[in-house]
């Protein structure tokens, strides 16, 4: 069951008289939530962006363990935006941006992240990895991508997105803790190919090609 607009607000409000809070920081006017009888809550866009370099290397490939590759991290540059200044994000370009908002979701709450029909209507996409597990605490890594024509200047603070809240049957008491917890900074996580992955490619032949020929699109 989503929550509503009403039932955020409460949960936010009792937040400093329970032992496993619902927390938002900074915590949005709670009297202005209730008026938009929503049932989401807007997230702010933050100070940090992360770009990918393309010159790094030629292709990202996690099927493949090189020695002396260029870590994921490696990848990307960080700029820090001012409140007031702006970010140009390019049409066909992509960047990780951050939340403003710090956020700590108790063990009975999940939730999820949807762009804003009024910024996708305008050719920003937020395609961010949308579930948020309960006991996520930090802030949350957007994915920003400009499918318009034109240039669309990003500004710290200005709200870009919202998440939806819901309930979790029979939560659990432990959980695993995500790569991203606890970031202020956007983050790539790492990824690799796991047992059931690794499983087929050992046992797959593979398709003739000629040499030095990859298969694309």
């Not at 917890?181 to 499983?199: C, N």
């Amino acid at each position: 069951m989503i929550l509503s607009a009403n039932e955020i607000a409460d949960l936010l409000k009792s937040g400093e008289s329970e032992d496993d809070p619902l927390v938002v920081a900074p915590q949005p006017d709670l009297e202005d939530l209730r008026t938009k009888a929503d049932a989401s809550l807007d997230l702010r866009l933050g100070c940090w962006f992360a770009v990918l370099r393309r010159a790094r290397a030629p292709v990202l490939d996690v099927g493949e363990k090189v020695a002396g590759a260029v870590s994921e991290t490696a990848l990307s540059k960080m700029h820090y935006v001012r409140f007031g200044d702006k970010f140009i994000l390019h049409p066909s370009s992509f960047v990780l941006g951050i939340t403003l908002e710090w956020v700590r979701l108790p063990k009975n709450i999940a939730g999820y992240i949807t762009s804003r029909s009024s910024w996708g209507r305008r050719g920003l996409i937020i395609a961010t990895a949308t579930g948020v597990h309960p006991r996520f605490t930090g802030c949350l890594t957007l994915e920003l991508s400009n499918a318009g024509e034109i240039p669309v200047a990003l500004y710290p603070g200005m709200t870009v997105c919202q998440i939806f809240l819901h309930e979790v049957k029979d939560p659990s008491e432990g959980g695993a803790v995500s790569l991203s917890a606890g970031q202020r900074k956007p983050s790539l996580v790492p990824i690799e190919l796991d047992r059931i992955a690794q499983a087929i490619a050992e046992i797959s032949e593979p398709i003739p090609q000629k040499s030095g020929q990859t298969a694309s699109i």
